[in-house]
Every structure is written in C-alpha cells, then in structure tokens.
Nanobody, 124 residues
Framework: QVQLVESGGGLVQAGGSLRLSCAAS????????MGWFRQAPGTAREFVAT????????YYVDSVKGRFAISRDNAKNTVYLQMNSLKPEDTAIYYC?????????????????WGQGTQVTVSS
C-alpha cells in the first residue's frame, strides 16, 4: 500500500509558476513509476507527466512540454511538478499517482495508487 499526499496548489496569475509536491509513504517509493494527472470541471482526467522509478525517463503531454518539469527525490519519497508559464487552461485539480510500471506510463489504468488532489487555479 502506498499513501500519496499532494501539496503546493493555489491561485496564480497567468504566466506565473507553482511547484507541486507529492509525498509518499508506505512501500518502497523508488520501486514505482510516478505520474501527475489533472481534471478540470466537466472534463475527464488527463495525463500530464510521468517519471520512471529511477528518474531517468520522463514524458509529458504535448500541451505542457517546455513549461512543466517532473522530478523525484527517492531519498525524500517525493515527486515534484514544476509548472512555469501557467495558462488559464491549466486550471484543474492535480493528482499524483504511483504505478508498478517501471519506465513511465501515461495510462491512468496503470496507476494503482492516487492522492487526494490539489487545486491549481490560473487567473487571466
């Protein structure tokens, strides 16, 4: 069992930055691929970014490439999402998730463990 707790969300103006954190507890964090997903009101949950268990492989949805960066610190059992040049369309609840897939995944069905989410609101 893995417990995930996100933090760092908030209200920011367009063009601003936020850094989300996801602290994990439970089974060995370094064994898991980690991912960030988001869900805006009235829409389906969307993949944002993923990072492999070692941190050596990352993958992003096209809409955030060049603006967002996912990273992890296995010593601190934490995964991060640095979000720069934020746009109003980035407004959503952001969720972190853990998967037993070793090399990253954009498929929500690959993720067995989910956090409760943190709200990100970008004003225009």
């Amino acid at each position: 069992q893995v417990q995930l707790v996100e933090s760092g969300g908030g209200l920011v103006q367009a063009g601003g930055s936020l850094r989300l954190s996801c602290a994990a507890s439970g089974r060995t964090f370094s064994m898991y691929t980690m991912g960030w997903f988001r869900q805006a009101p009235g829409t389906a949950r969307e993949f944002v970014a993923t990072i492999s268990w070692s941190g050596g492989s990352t993958y992003y949805v096209d809409s955030v490439k060049g603006r967002f960066a996912i990273s992890r610190d296995n010593a601190k059992n934490t995964v991060y999402l640095q979000m720069n040049s934020l746009k109003p369309e980035d407004t959503a609840i952001y969720y972190c998730a853990a998967s037993g897939v070793r090399f990253g995944s954009s498929r929500s069905n690959d993720y067995a463990y989910w956090g409760q989410g943190t709200q990100v609101t970008v004003s225009s």
